[in-house]
DNA sequence: GCGTAACCTTACGGCCGGGTAGGTATGCTC
DNA sequence: GAGCATACCTACCCGGCCGTAAGGTTACGC
C-alpha cells in the first residue's frame, strides 16, 4: 500500500509534550471527572493506549501536568526575583512574573490548580506546593522584620503569608476569567493591597479589637 | 409479626435535613466524585430512593447542601455587621462572624465549598454567591472612600474587594486544616492584614512600581 | 537486507455507581 | 375500619469510561 501513513512517527519526548498539552487542555476545560482519557487521546493526535504507556494512568496524567505547570511557574518566578533584593522589590518582581505567567496561561494553569484543590488524590500534592511558596512568603517577610529590628510570633507571620498568597491565588482566578485584563496592572493591584498592608505592619502599626 | 419496625418513621422535613447531614459529612470526607449515594443513604440512616425521592439527583443535593450551609453563614454574618456601624467596625464584626461561623463547623462548610470551585456543574453557583459577596465589601469600601471625598475606579475597587475576599477564603482554609486554632484571633489576624492595608489606600497612600 | 525494538492501532472486558420499577407497611381522616 | 396518602424498601438495570490484550508497521543497527 502506498498510503503514506496518515500520521507520522515521533519520538516520544515529543509525543510526551503533545500529550501533556492536550491533557491541561482538557483537564482544564472539562475538570478532572469529566474529562475522558479518549477525548484527551483525540486531541493528541494519537490513541488512548499510547498515553497510558508513556504517562500512566488517569491520576499520574494529571499530576504530571500539575508537575510540568508548577515547575514551569516556579521558574518563571525564582527567575526574577532574586534574594539579595530588598523585601518590596522582592514581592514587586515574583507577583509580577506571577501574574504574567498566569495572563499568559490563562486557562491552563489557573483551572488547573483550583481543579486540584477540591480532589481528594491531589490535596496533598499542592498542599505541599503551597506549603513551601507559603513558607518563602513567611521567611521574606521575617528577614525584613528583623532589618527593622522587630519580630513576630512564628504562626502570626505563617497567617500573613497564608493570607498574601491567598489573596494572590484568588485574583489569579480573577484574572484567567476576564480575559481583557492586564496582567501587569493586576499586579500593582496586588502590590498596592498587600504591601501597604505589610508595609503597616513591619512598621509595628497594628490593629486592635473594639472592647467588648 | 410483632418486629416493631427496625428504624422509626419520620415526617419528610426531618428526614431532608438528616439526609442533609449525611450528605455535607460524606461529600466533605470523600469530595462530590468519590462520594457515592448508596454511602449517603447509609449514613442518613435510609434507603437510597428515599434520598432520590425527596433531594432528587446527586448534583441536586450537592447544591442543595451548599444552599442550606451558605444561608446559614450569611445569616450568621448579616446578624453580626449592620449596616448602620462605620466601615472599620462593620469589616470586623463580619470577619468575626464569618470565621467564627467556619471554626464551628471546621470541616464542613470550608471543605463543601472548596469543592464545589473546581466543580464545572457548581462553579457557576459559587461565582454568584462569591459576586453578592464581593460587591457587598466593594460597597463598604466605597462608602467609606466618599466619606474621605475621595474615589476610585469600578475595577479598582472590585479588585482589592476580590483580594480581600480571596484573603479571607484562604484563611478559613487554613483554618479548616487548624483544629486548634482560634477563630477569635484568626479574625484579628485578618482584620489586621486588610484593614491596614485597606486604611492606608483609603487615605490615598498608593504604593508605585519602580522605573525600568 | 534482516532482526529487533520502539511506535502505534483496533477492539474489548469489566466494574462501579447513578438512577428507577414496583411493591409493602404505617398512620391519619372520616 | 375503609380508604388514601405518604413513608419506606429490595432488587435491578445499564451506560460510561478506565484500563488492557494482542497484533501490525516503521525505522534503525549491523
Known sequence: MSTPPAFKRLPRAVREQQMLDAAVKVFSRRGFHAASMDEIAEDAGISKPMVYAYLGTKEE???ACLHREATRM?????GAAAPELPADERLWRGLRAFFGFVGAHRDGW???YRQARGEQPFAGE???????????VAGMLDHALRAEGREVGETDLEVVAYALVGATESLADWLADHPE????????RMMNAAWLGAGQLLHGVTWHPPQA
Open 61 to 63: 496524567l494529571f499530576v
Open 74 to 78: 516556579t521558574h518563571a518566578i525564582a
Open 110 to 112: 489557573a483551572v488547573l
Open 126 to 136: 499542592l498542599a505541599g506546593m503551597r506549603a513551601r511558596l507559603v513558607e518563602v
Open 181 to 188: 485584563a492586564d496582567p501587569e496592572k493586576t499586579a500593582t
